[in-house]
Nanobody, 124 residues
Framework: QVQLVESGGGLVQAGGSLRLSCAAS????????MGWFRQAPGKAREFVAA????????YYANSVKGRFTISRDNAKNTVALQMNSLKPEDTAVYYC?????????????????WGQGTQVTVSS
């Protein structure tokens, strides 16, 4: 069992930056692919970014490519999402997710563990 706890959300003006962090329990964190998803009010949850177990491969949604960066520290069991040039449309609850295989995926149902989410609000 893996528990995920997100932190770092908050209120920021458009053009600003935030860094989200996800702390994972468990000794097998380094073997999991990790992802970030988000859910805006009234909308379905959507994929944001994913990273392989080693951190050597990453993948981003087109809407955040060039602005967001996903990274991980397997020694500390953490994964981060650096968000720059934030836009009001980035406002959402952001979720960290873990997949019990190395393969990255954008498909929500293929992740096995989820955090409780952290709110990000971008004002215009």
């Amino acid at each position: 069992q893996v528990q995920l706890v997100e932190s770092g959300g908050g209120l920021v003006q458009a053009g600003g930056s935030l860094r989200l962090s996800c702390a994972a329990s468990g000794r097998t964190f380094s073997t999991y692919a990790m992802g970030w998803f988000r859910q805006a009010p009234g909308k379905a949850r959507e994929f944001v970014a994913a990273i392989s177990w080693s951190g050597g491969n990453t993948y981003y949604a087109n809407s955040v490519k060039g602005r967001f960066t996903i990274s991980r520290d397997n020694a500390k069991n953490t994964v981060a999402l650096q968000m720059n040039s934030l836009k009001p449309e980035d406002t959402a609850v952001y979720y960290c997710a873990a997949r019990r295989t190395n393969g990255m995926t954008v498909i929500e149902d293929q992740y096995d563990y989820w955090g409780q989410g952290t709110q990000v609000t971008v004002s215009s």
